[in-house]
Nanobody, 122 residues
């Protein structure tokens, strides 16, 4: 029904920057909130940042001042600009979206991307 495709991960040195993108496609009527989570080895998945359809945002304390979430509603795309990266940011980053879809009926569901690896070397 809905596919989320992430891009932009990779290997970067500490202090560097990366920009993640996540594009949603499929039987989309409307996208409510979109967000980014991350999961480091041996740790639970945690929220990094979230943005509503109206543009209100919240960021985890650990990334405030360094990461910025944004979205382009016309493109059904969410971004995560990551600056001043530190080794502790190393994780698989997952995009998520709450999407109103229409197949045979209207329904709302949470969808996830496949994840993109971000590795920050010291």
């Amino acid at each position: 029904q809905v596919q989320l495709v992430e891009s932009g991960g990779g290997l970067v040195q500490a202090g560097g920057s990366l920009r993640l993108s996540c594009a949603a496609s499929g039987s989309i009527v409307n996208i409510n909130s979109m967000g980014w989570y991350r999961q480091a080895p041996g740790k639970q998945r945690e929220l990094v940042a979230r943005i509503t359809s109206g543009g209100s945002t919240n960021h985890a304390d650990s990334v405030k001042g360094r990461f910025t979430i944004s979205r382009d509603n016309a493109k059904n795309t969410v971004y995560l600009q990551m600056n001043s990266l530190i080794p502790e940011d190393t994780a698989v980053y997952y995009c998520t979206a709450e999407v109103l879809v229409f197949t045979t009926t209207l329904s709302t569901g949470a969808y996830w991307g496949q994840g993109t690896q971000v590795t920050v070397s010291s």
